[in-house]
């Protein structure tokens, strides 16, 4: 299991973590989701690539940041 570390410095509120949480929570591959509305980043922990976070969260209009866990 890997996990990756994302900023998502365009996640303002309980409105957008609720839809980043919509969008990974049931991909396949995602075995843990950790949303940190106060610090805007997200932990995807399973075997899921980054490529694929990134373009879920791409698809619903957010722009990640990947950061060294």
Known sequence: MT???YKIEDM???NCAE???NALEN???VEDLQ???AH???M???EISPDSVS???EEIGFYPKQVES
Do not use: N
């Open 35 to 37: 949303i940190e509305l």
């Open 27 to 29: 991909q396949s591959g």
């Open 55 to 57: 373009a879920s969260l």
């Open 19 to 21: 839809k980043i949480k």
């Open 3 to 5: 996990t990756f570390t």
């Open 40 to 42: 805007k980043t997200i």
């Open 44 to 46: 995807v922990s399973g």
């Open 12 to 14: 303002h509120c309980e």
